[in-house]
């Protein structure tokens, strides 16, 4: 497995985790899901969401099964109005590739962290591991506590067969 800069700062914090390496494409959450053999309600995707003012981007995680709620998240974070970025500014934004966009790679460079509600009833969830084929399987209180990250009610349930950005 190829170490990357998520990978030795878990190291160096001496935080369990488990890495997956997959084709360096950009897969959705129910193909990851599919490939690692796990349900898509663990694997939790990055999306980025920008403020309407200026401020703190948003690095919302919600669950593979589940598209962002930009009128939950924004009463969540008391913003009257939140927009998605295209996939390009995204990467723009964030440096990563889309696909590889992970709050663990984000580490205190300004985002505002908020995980869906329903990772606090899992023990583990995958996530981007920061680079496009590597997915990390790590504790959910670990992740919140590195990225200082709030709980929020923030996802809606996608329709069978769609994907949104991830």
Do not use: C, W
Not at 89 to 108: D, F, H, M, R, V
Not at 119 to 135: F, M, P, T, V, Y
């Amino acid at each position: 497995m190829p170490a990357n800069n998520v990978t030795r700062m878990l190291d160096a914090k001496k935080i369990a985790y488990t890495a997956f390496e997959t084709e360096p494409v950009k897969l959705g959450a129910r193909e990851t899901a599919r490939r690692l053999g796990v349900p898509v309600e663990i694997v939790y995707k990055t999306i980025v969401v920008k403020r309407e003012k200026a401020g703190k981007l948003i690095l919302a995680v919600v669950p593979g099964d589940a598209a962002v709620d930009l009128k939950r998240l924004a009463s969540a974070l008391g913003e009257k109005k939140l927009q998605l970025p295209t996939q390009a500014e995204a990467e723009k934004l964030t440096g990563l590739q889309a696909g590889g966009i992970s709050p663990l790679a984000l580490i205190n460079r300004g985002f505002q962290v908020v995980i869906d509600e329903r990772a606090r009833s899992k023990d583990q969830i995958h996530i981007s591991g920061g680079q496009r084929g590597l997915n990390i399987r790590i504790g959910t209180a670990d992740l919140a506590g590195l990225v200082r990250a709030r709980f929020a009610p923030i996802s809606q349930p996608l329709a069978e067969g769609e994907e949104d950005a991830d």
